[in-house]
T-cell receptor, first 111, second 115 residues
């Protein structure tokens, strides 16, 4: 069956360090992979999209990699700040334009 | 402010009652979605609509119905609510004209409790 797994439900890191979140998937052949941020009581907000033929995408302090051989995406936040504390969701998209989401990783950046 | 508006923000509903969650977007997006989010299960797609006049079933459609009479509105109806439908419901939309094709914009959610 198709499955999306994100590493550990919760991740705590010290301010200034790089946070690395993992998204693994099975039985998908996604055209795109996306990352969203969700704050408590709010809807998810789009962060980055990476296509299957792209290895890496960057946006300010964020970096996403996409390895279709390993069926894995890594999401990095460099120089992390307490304001980066949130739940981060990965999502896969196929040609039908429907997204399937992982259950998310709750990141806490400690001051 | 452009975006997606959901109503109500929260609701407590007696089991067996009928309930419609409203969703309106002003971005002229073609595709709209309803997701539910439950602790430990993430976001799950209930129903979707790729364009006005068409709808489709997602991962968890049972007990829910939708309609898409125009581009802007995509209401979700629970015909006879049950406690297992207690959840946070998110409406979302995307524009088919974006080069990426798939960036999704979400509303702020409707918190529904069925007792």
């Amino acid at each position: 069956s198709q499955k999306i797994e994100q590493n550990s439900e919760a991740l705590n890191i010290q301010e200034g360090k790089t946070a690395t979140l993992t998204c693994n998937y099975t039985n998908y052949s996604p055209a795109y992979l996306q990352w969203y941020r969700q704050d408590p009581g709010r809807g998810p907000v789009f962060l980055l999209l990476i296509r299957e033929n792209e290895k890496e995408k960057r946006k300010e302090r964020l970096k996403v990699t996409f390895d279709t051989t390993l069926k894995q995406s890594l999401f990095h936040i460099t120089a992390s700040q307490p304001a980066d504390s949130a739940t981060y969701l990965c999502a896969l998209s196929g040609s039908a334009r429907q997204l399937t989401f992982g259950s998310g990783t709750q990141l806490t950046v400690l001051p | 402010i452009a975006g997606i508006t959901q109503a109500p923000t929260s609701q407590i509903l007696a089991a067996g009652r009928r309930m419609t969650l409203r969703c309106t977007q002003d971005m002229r997006h073609n595709a709209m979605y309803w997701y539910r989010q439950d602790l430990g299960l993430g976001l799950r797609l209930i129903h979707y609509s790729n364009t006005a006049g068409t709808t489709g079933k997602g991962e968890v459609p049972d007990g829910y119905s939708v309609s898409r009479a125009n581009t802007d509105d995509f209401p979700l109806t629970l015909a006879s609510a049950v406690p297992s439908q207690t959840s946070v419901y998110f409406c979302a939309s995307t524009s088919s004209r974006r080069p990426s094709g798939n960036t999704i914009y979400f509303g702020e959610g409707s918190w529904l409790t069925v007792v």
